[in-house]
């Protein structure tokens, strides 16, 4: 079945399987009380945390401890990732965006021309 898979098929599954291998390594090494309630919510079906499943700590304490056990998993992967946590996914970049904004307002003012021309 491989074989029917482009190379760009089996590069992306490669890529998913490192990045998925790295999550999960990641979430091995939370500490347990931690790990416990982010595996509980993230097999769980349901929107909320199910405290039941995990101890039989609150609701809120439960919501408390998932948040606590993201933001752990969170840094473990920039870590890993060696990036900081305030850097972003995609960078604002501001010259690119200007020329963009730029041909779209020339490109907007051409239309217009043709639309409604002056006599």
């Known amino acids: 079945m491989d074989a029917l898979k482009s190379p760009g098929q089996t590069r992306s599954a490669r890529r998913s399987l490192a990045s998925r291998t790295l999550i999960e390594s990641a979430i091995e090494a939370l500490p ?10 993230r097999r769980s079906a349901d929107a909320r945390p199910s405290p039941p499943t995990v101890s039989t700590s ?24 060696g990036t900081s946590k305030d ?18 307002f020339a490109l907007d003012q051409v239309i217009d021309q043709r639309a409604c021309p002056t006599a």
């Open 32 to 41: 347990e009380h931690s790990r416990a309630v982010f595996d509980a919510r």
């Open 58 to 81: 609150p609701r809120k304490a439960a919501k408390t401890r998932l948040h606590r056990a993201r933001m752990l998993l969170r840094d473990a992967l920039h870590q890993r990732a």
């Open 87 to 104: 850097a972003t996914a995609f960078p604002f970049e501001a010259p690119r965006c200007d020329r963009l904004v730029e041909a779209v």
